[in-house]
């Protein structure tokens, strides 16, 4: 049905028909399977990838109509946390890269639809699992998921508490503080300064959180490629110097 209403030009038509799976039950059923315990999915970690993505798509232009604050409360943090939950195992598996990445491309496609749900992915320990793995792809795709969320809309920061902020800001820092690969590296100055771009006057005070990071940029990032950036996020952190209490980088 999904494939029959994705080609018609009427995008209503796609739209009742994802709002019908929603209804119908069908969406739930697909989200407790991406929550079962790992044992039966194992041998099926490719089909439970699609209905993941399946999953996400399904909830990117659906019209809930009167069960609207269920969908959005209830039943899009649901989706992320099976989403998160598959990933989480996925990356164990030497054998599931493919199938962890697109697990991690829908939970992205589903972030940029309804940032909303930032603050859960942030929280999550599932989320907290494959952020700390210490694989470079994983940790550049994390970092990549981040960057393309706040580039989807100009808007995605003023969502957010500070609290979230800071937590997103902790997550690129504490990449440039572990990490020695100049692709992540890269793409941790660039997440901070397209925060920067956003709300600069917000996110600079954050950036004094991490005392000692101007200096951590100069010592083990520069010359790695991306010197422009690095001077341009140091640069940044002078510009708003100021007093209180700084945490260690």
């Not at 929603?22 to 399977?33: F, K, N, P, R």
Request: contains cysteine; charged residues 15%; hydrophobic residues 45%.
């Amino acid at each position: 049905a999904l494939n029959m209403a994705a080609v018609q030009t009427d995008s209503s038509v796609l739209a009742r028909v994802k709002s019908r799976f929603y209804l119908s039950g069908v969406l739930s059923h697909c989200v407790l399977v991406l929550s079962l315990d790992p044992r039966r999915l194992r041998g099926h970690w490719s089909a439970a990838a699609t209905l993941a993505q399946l999953a996400s798509s399904c909830c990117v232009g659906v019209e809930p109509g009167k069960h609207s604050q269920a969908f959005h409360r209830l039943f899009l943090p649901s989706v992320m946390d099976g989403l998160l939950s598959l990933a989480s195992q996925l990356m164990r598996r030497a054998e599931c890269v493919s199938p962890f990445r697109k697990v991690m491309a829908s939970a992205g496609w589903l972030l940029r639809a309804h940032p909303q749900l930032t603050t859960q992915v942030l929280s999550s320990v599932h989320y907290e699992q494959i952020q700390m793995c210490d694989d470079v792809a994983v940790s550049l795709l994390c970092v990549q998921l981040w960057i393309q969320t706040c580039a989807a809309s100009r808007d995605f920061l003023s969502g957010l508490s500070d609290d979230s902020v800071l937590l997103l800001l902790n997550e690129a820092v504490g990449q440039l503080a572990v990490s020695s690969d100049p692709a992540v590296g890269g793409a941790s100055v660039r997440l901070i300064l397209v925060m920067a771009n956003q709300q600069e006057l917000r996110v600079q005070p954050l950036l004094l959180s991490f005392r000692g990071l101007d200096s951590l940029l100069d010592k083990d990032w520069r010359g790695r490629g991306f010197d422009q950036d690095v001077d341009q996020l140091i640069a940044l952190i002078h510009s708003d110097r100021g007093t209180g209490t700084h945490s260690q980088v």
